[in-house]
């Protein structure tokens, strides 16, 4: 049986052109939707290379995900590979239901090879392009896929309704095995080695050696709407995507509506996904799509373009494609302008429910520094913080420990501010670089309100990070270049229609402040996306308190939990 076979669904299979239309035959009431994914190696060969990889049901990138908000949705996993493996469902708030959102060792141990564990899971007041990866060492280099929740039925979307629809996933290649790189920086010290492609669907495109059969295309015809799904599933690079000649107008982040606005070019980090619509109205011809990273500090990054085709029907394959105009790598110009222009819908029908009032303050810078390490090249290994806090994994699942009251695993006295404060943004500061180390968790009242400013610092080097939270929506009320002011600052907030994201953008050298209510009883990561940073400790946890409510406490495990 083919990998494709083994992609099932209970009601209909749907291919990615006419998602959308594929539901039209679905009753009104959810629907249970069932998938198989096994994880298995597969041979893929790229830029002349060709490696064992670990993959989804023989798939890369891996199946796309299709569901209708209030659909249950089962998937059982099921590991063939030599690696444990757990899958996070990026973006899905999973209430009350933490053990199905996948990282491994915060709300469950990993699946060992061999065994297989079902994630049962509620699609509940979501709709739009979602994600899903493997959340375990850097596996989700190659094991990732596209989650699309259409609206409920009868429910149009907020916008121009498309002809056709395309899922574009943004990605990194690695010649040699990726496990390999990961644990020769961390044998060493240092970073690991950068990737030797970005891709697009899996393919880096014709400027690559060996690539002219590893370019994606998409044919459209003349005169229509498209709506693009981009989702950047790369593991360290924010990027730049564009496409020659053709105005994006974006319609979605991260799942919520946004009010609509042009842009020739789009920023989207790690982690992040974004809804554009597209007209072709330009002269039928064949126009290069086009992703390449942003990076405003001399921080080594690939560098290297990845490229697709966007084809009118009927034009040949002789014809040379146009190159788009992409920002220049360091324009951070462009990039603060274009996340100011995000801004939620706030209709009726999709309010923004910006939490006004805040019962918790939250301050959290973050570090780069040096540990000893005595085996490692230059006695110290690179580190990465929260409020001077590496964060530790524990053994067992964090959520379980919560859950069955376990004590020894994890304390919950992360600080809300950072211990000393200082010139967050001044002159780079390279001595007294250790960091503390702990499993650390910060404990949150249920349905209490908090705003969390996440503050860049120089230590080391200031630099961009995409942060994700699991379990939840928050709003991005603020951001600036610099030291975070609690007197100033806050009267500058949007506190109308700030973007909604579940991975928010902290600027090079700035902050940004998000609120959200803490109504989703559990125990939710909050890490850096770049998995670089995530790997030296640039992550922790927050610990919701169940509620009064029967229906506001986190439901019992179910009973094929992975076990430690």
């Not at 669904?9 to 239309?21: G, Q, S, T, Y």
């Not at 899903?132 to 409920?152: F, Q």
């Not at 240092?190 to 669907?201: C, G, K, Q, R, V």
């Not at 995000?342 to 973050?366: E, G, H, M």
Request: net charge neutral.
């Amino acid at each position: 049986m083919t990998g494709e076979n083994k992609l099932r669904f209970e009601l209909c299979v749907c291919v990615v052109v006419f998602a959308f239309l594929c539901f039209v035959s679905l009753p009104v009431d959810a629907a249970v939707k069932k998938y198989q994914f096994d994880v298995q190696v597969k041979n893929v060969s790229r830029l002349c290379n060709a490696k064992p990889i670990v993959t989804v049901n023989g798939m890369f990138p891996g199946p796309t995900i299709y569901v209708r908000e209030g659909d249950r949705v089962l998937i059982n996993v099921t590991n063939y590979a030599q690696y444990n493996m757990s899958i996070h469902w990026h973006g899905l708030k999973q209430y009350r239901n933490g053990w199905a959102d996948g990282p491994a060792y915060i709300t469950q141990c990993p699946i060992k090879t061999g065994n297989s564990y079902v994630y049962d899971f509620n699609v509940t007041e979501q709709r739009g392009t979602l994600w899903w990866h493997a959340h375990i060492l850097w596996l989700r280099a190659t094991v990732y896929g596209a989650i699309v929740i259409m609206p409920k039925q009868g429910t149009p979307f907020p916008f121009p309704q498309p002809d056709r629809e395309q899922v574009i996933l943004l990605g990194e290649w690695w010649n040699a095995d990726v496990e390999t790189v990961e644990n020769q920086g961390n044998t060493l010290g240092l970073p690991p080695n950068m990737s030797d492609a970005h891709t697009i669907n899996g393919k880096p495109g014709p400027f690559f050696p060996c690539s002219e059969k590893h370019t994606f295309a998409m044919e459209v015809e003349q005169g229509k709407t498209y709506l693009l799904r981009l989702i950047n599933s790369a593991l360290n690079d924010e990027l730049f995507f564009a496409i020659a000649n053709h105005n994006m107008t974006v319609v979605e982040i991260d799942a919520v509506y946004t009010k609509p606005f042009s842009t020739q070019s789009i920023l989207i980090a790690p982690g992040q996904t974004t809804n554009v619509l597209v007209r072709t109205n330009q002269t039928p011809g064949r126009y290069f799509m086009a992703a390449r990273p942003f990076m405003d500090v001399p921080i080594p990054v690939d560098n290297k373009t990845a490229a697709a085709i966007f084809q009118y029907r009927g034009i040949p394959d002789t014809v040379v494609p146009t190159f788009p105009h992409l920002p220049n790598p360091n324009d951070t110009s462009f990039a603060l302008s274009y996340e100011d222009k995000l801004r939620s819908l706030n209709s009726p029908q999709f309010p923004a429910n910006v939490p006004l009032k805040v019962d918790r303050n939250l301050f959290y810078t973050i570090g780069l520094g040096r540990n000893p390490c005595p085996s490692c090249l230059n006695g110290t290994r690179l580190a990465a913080s929260l409020n001077n806090i590496s964060f530790v994994m524990p053994r067992i699942g964090l959520l379980e420990a919560h859950y069955s009251d376990t004590a020894g695993v994890y304390t919950t006295d992360f600080p809300d501010l950072p211990p000393t404060p200082f010139n967050y943004t001044g002159a780079p500061l390279t001595a007294n670089l250790e960091t503390a180390k702990g499993t650390r968790l910060s404990k949150i009242r249920f349905n209490s309100t908090v705003e969390l400013v996440i503050q860049d610092t120089n230590l080391l080097t200031v630099e961009s990070h995409p942060f994700h939270l699991h379990g939840y929506n928050f709003f991005i009320v603020g951001t600036g270049i610099g030291n975070f002011d609690r007197a100033k600052d806050p009267a500058k907030y949007n506190l109308v229609d700030p973007p909604e994201r579940n991975t928010a953008g902290v600027p090079t050298g700035g902050w940004t402040a998000i609120r959200f209510r803490a109504d989703n009883p559990g125990v939710w990561f909050f890490h850096c996306h770049l998995e670089l940073h995530t790997g030296w400790g640039l992550k922790t946890a927050f610990v919701v308190e169940d509620g009064p409510g029967t229906d506001q406490k986190v439901v019992p495990p179910p009973k094929d939990l992975p076990p430690c």
